[in-house]
């Protein structure tokens, strides 16, 4: 019956231990504090005896400065020569391993790594430079390894402190890294829930605003001011055609009589006629260079004084010379004196007729509301269509990093438990993990 009620009420060792997640921060902070302190008692118990090592060794140092080989030693001479050349490295070397006690550091694992350190280059000192003094000086040599050996146990005493610690502050690293993980997929699965909830509501005003401004659009368009604008652009676009045809029709007009005129020029040329020559020369600068576009008559002005002049001379030629004529539109222009003039005084006409023409359509073009409207309602569009395609990619984004997130939590969550089992020593059961929001 003893038996029974023993195995009844005595505790299961391997039972699991129950955790709670909101919990862990606060028993990690726990678990670091007291590793912290065992650290700091460990440290603080060897640092005062390593502390008087360390001066002690420092003082062995600077005795050998001031040391001597014996005259009568009975050193081989050799082995006398070595060691009194090397006696004063030595000890220079090894007052240089020996720091201050001010420079180590306070953190113990830190101090526990400089003592290592220190002790390490005693001993290399020791057994390099150090093999040849002990020959002359074995009681010395016998103290500084005595106060070294001093070293060397109060380190191995922190060693059996430090490596458990050190081990045990890897797992609750191990912790730390499982739990803020966990923590990192719940606050972002929801912040990206949320996010997606926010998106999903701008998209439908979006798309109320653009139906409207859709509407607002059509009704525009079937507008008579909508349709006014239109036909201002239709106009310009005719104007513009038509100047260029004009021009084009001008420039025709020269290019066919610059060949009768290169011709006559050449021909009076031979004939010693110089100021016909020159004539030519200067109506057809005239000529070249007029602009149709200008509003300056003064050069059309010139064009017809030095014509008039010139016609009869050039008529002359041509009518000798029939060859001088090769097309239609060439005869035309040579019909009479005014048949020039008047074919270029028709085109400035036409041209003066559709650049006001341009300038009309122009001015009911940057004056249409109605087009200012649609601008504002295309640019709002093209606007809101924008944002509406980055909220698109962006919840489609957010829906790919969610599902990556929800694969990923059950495995954060079990390498967080495994991590606590590790850290508290037998099987752990972890309560109120954070839930993933749908």
């Not at 050799?78 to 090397?86: G, L, N």
């Not at 260029?244 to 011709?263: E, P």
Request: hydrophobic share 35%; with cysteine.
């Amino acid at each position: 019956m003893a038996g029974f009620l023993k195995k009844l009420f005595s505790k299961d060792d391997n039972s699991p231990l129950i955790c709670d997640y909101n919990t862990i921060h606060s028993d990690l902070e726990s678990e670091k504090n007291r590793v912290s302190a065992s650290l700091n008692d460990a440290a603080k118990r060897s640092r005062s005896v390593i502390s008087r090592a360390l001066g002690d060794v420092a003082a062995v140092a600077d005795n050998f400065t001031n040391l001597k080989v014996d005259s009568d030693s009975t050193l081989n001479a050799r082995v006398k020569s070595v060691v009194e050349r090397s006696l004063p490295q030595f000890a220079a070397a090894l007052r240089k391993t020996v720091p201050d006690e001010d420079s180590f550091p306070e953190d113990p694992q830190e101090y526990y790594n400089a003592v290592a350190e220190t002790l390490k280059s005693v001993t290399k000192c020791i057994r390099g430079q150090g093999r040849y003094v002990i020959a002359a000086f074995p009681e010395e040599m016998k103290e500084l390894k005595g106060h070294i050996d001093v070293i060397g146990r109060e380190i191995n005493s922190m060693n059996g402190t430090f490596r458990p610690a050190l081990e045990k502050t890897a797992r609750i690293d191990a912790v730390s890294t499982a739990y803020e993980r966990c923590r990192d997929i719940a606050e972002r699965h929801g912040a990206l829930l949320d996010e997606n909830m926010r998106l999903e509501k701008e998209i439908a005003d979006f798309e109320s605003e653009i139906s409207e401004i859709e509407k607002s659009i059509s009704e525009l368009k079937v507008s008579s001011e909508y349709a006014d604008y239109e036909a201002a652009i239709a106009g310009k676009t005719a104007a513009e055609e038509e100047l260029v045809r004009i021009a084009d029709n001008y420039h025709l007009i020269t290019a066919n009589l610059g060949n009768v005129l290169r011709k006559v020029s050449y021909a009076a040329e031979k004939d010693g006629a110089k100021e016909l020559v020159k004539d030519i020369a200067r109506f057809e600068t005239a000529l070249n260079t007029y602009d149709l576009s200008t509003e300056e008559k003064k050069n059309f002005s010139e064009i017809k004084a030095l014509w008039s002049p010139l016609y009869s001379a050039v008529a002359v030629y041509v009518r000798d010379n029939p060859s001088f004529m090769k097309t239609k539109s060439e005869e035309r222009l040579l019909t009479d004196a005014g048949a020039l003039i008047s074919e270029i005084s028709k085109l400035c006409e036409s041209y003066a007729a559709e650049k006001q023409s341009l300038s009309e359509h122009v001015l009911k073009i940057d004056g249409s509301n109605a087009a200012k409207e649609m601008t504002a309602l295309s640019g709002r569009m093209a606007e809101l269509k924008a944002a509406l395609e980055r909220s698109e990619n962006t919840i489609s984004s957010n829906k790919e990093a969610v599902a990556g997130l929800e694969a990923e939590y059950p495995q954060t969550c079990e390498k967080l438990t495994e991590a606590l089992s590790n850290l508290k020593g037998k099987p752990v059961v972890l309560e109120n993990l954070p839930r993933l929001s749908h």
